[in-house]
């Protein structure tokens, strides 16, 4: 059984930083492709960042490009968000996910098959 396991949320002021943790278990954390998706109050579940197996490609949603920074450590099995100049629309549920096909979409809730429990980050003005 793959759990993945998120952690590093809280409250903050505009302008702080935070970086979020994602912690696999059950599988090695190289077998998957990575991704944060961010859910805030009354909005569907969006894309933030990828990064590929090894960490070779990385993208991003235009609005955290700069700010944010997605990055893995297969050896611990646990994967980052580096995020910095919070901005009050970044207030959400934050959620790693892992994605087993690599020939998928990136940036689509749907393509990712493990999903940790999410993560709450207030950032308030």
């Known amino acids: 059984q793959v759990l993945l396991v998120e952690s590093g949320g809280g409250l903050v002021q505009a302008g702080d930083s935070l970086r979020l943790s994602c912690v696999a278990s059950?599988?090695?954390?190289?077998?998957?492709?990575m991704g944060w998706f961010r859910q805030a109050p009354g909005k569907e579940r969006e894309f933030v960042a990828a990064i590929s197996r090894y960490g070779v490609s990385r993208d991003y949603i235009d609005s955290v490009k700069g700010r944010f920074t997605i990055s893995r450590d297969n050896a611990k099995n646990t994967a980052y968000l580096q995020m910095n100049s919070l901005k009050p629309e970044d207030t959400a549920v934050y959620y790693c996910?892992?994605?087993?096909?690599?020939?998928?979409?990136?940036?689509?809730?749907?393509?990712?098959?493990?999903w940790g429990q999410g993560t709450q980050v207030t950032v308030s003005s």
């Open positions: 059950g599988r090695a954390l190289s077998t998957f492709a």
């Open positions: 996910a892992g994605k087993t096909n690599l020939m998928t979409s990136k940036t689509s809730v749907h393509e990712y098959d493990y």
